[in-house]
């Protein structure tokens, strides 16, 4: 399984930016996966952005993201999304991509490579 990130880069603060996360495997049943995004600043520790649950697709979001990014998934295209806005410069971070779920009764977490997202003037 392999998750693929997609749509980092350099904006300038109030910006927005469009990530992507892409999905591949064999049988990677991927609407059966709880689908996240975390970052992690330099010399700070991973936290979670947001989150799409499988099933229903509720999603929650970290208190510093409410109201500025939205998560979204495409399940026929295997992607899950974070259309970010208002961009801070505390917005900067390596974004990551997770996928977590209970497949034949086994916890399954995969992680993605990363995208470096920078906001800066």
């Known amino acids: 399984v392999q998750l693929v990130e997609s749509g980092g880069g350099l904006v300038q603060p109030g910006g927005s930016l469009r990530l992507s996360c892409a999905a591949s495997?064999?049988?990677?049943?991927?609407?059966?996966?709880?689908m996240s995004w975390f970052r992690q600043a330099p010399g700070k520790e991973r936290e979670l952005v947001a989150r799409?649950?499988?099933?229903?697709?509720?999603?929650n979001y970290a208190d510093s993201v409410k109201g500025r990014f939205t998560i979204s998934r495409d399940n026929a295209k295997n992607t899950v999304y974070l259309e970010m806005s208002s961009l801070k410069p505390e917005d900067t971070a390596v974004y990551y991509c997770?996928?977590?779920?209970?497949?034949?009764?086994?916890?399954?977490?995969?992680w993605g490579q990363g995208t470096q997202v920078t906001v800066s003037s």
């Open positions: 495997g064999d049988t990677f049943p991927f609407s059966a996966y709880t």
């Open positions: 997770n996928a977590l779920g209970v497949i034949a009764g086994y916890v399954q977490d995969y």
């Open positions: 799409i649950f499988n099933g229903g697709g509720s999603t």
